[in-house]
């Protein structure tokens, strides 16, 4: 039988593991630097000028959203690049479909906080 944790032991460790993720994007990658501090900085904005709690939170949530998918797509990357320095074609792929979700969050981002802010 597995000596695997559960209930509370569980839940402590994986918080464990997300936030030696966090860490590890923040140390590690540049786009996810710059996003987590636009995150700083926008949040007491959407606080301010959310007209209601559920527009500052649709206005964080957006922020939030850009950063769990620019992690995906740093771990995407990661994956790829432990697996070889050689160019593969399913490998461009898959880089590049991490990198179109990161911007198409980031459009997200954009049209959630011109409509809100403009409305």
């Not at 898959?94 to 809100?116: E, N, P, Q």
């Amino acid at each position: 039988m597995k000596n695997e944790k559960t209930g509370l032991q569980r839940l402590v460790a994986a918080a464990g593991f997300s936030i030696q993720g966090m860490v590890a994007g923040y140390r590690n990658e540049a786009a996810f630097r710059q996003e987590v501090w636009l995150l700083v900085v926008l949040v007491p904005v959407a606080l301010w000028f959310g007209d209601s709690i559920s527009e500052s939170l649709l206005l964080i949530s957006s922020l939030l959203a850009l950063l769990i998918v620019e992690l995906l797509n740093s771990a995407v990357e990661a994956v790829v690049d432990r697996t070889g320095e050689e160019y593969h074609e399913l490998s461009g792929r898959a880089k590049d479909m991490g990198s179109a979700a990161v911007l198409l969050t980031l459009i997200t981002v954009v049209l959630v906080w011109v409509a809100l802010l403009t409305n």
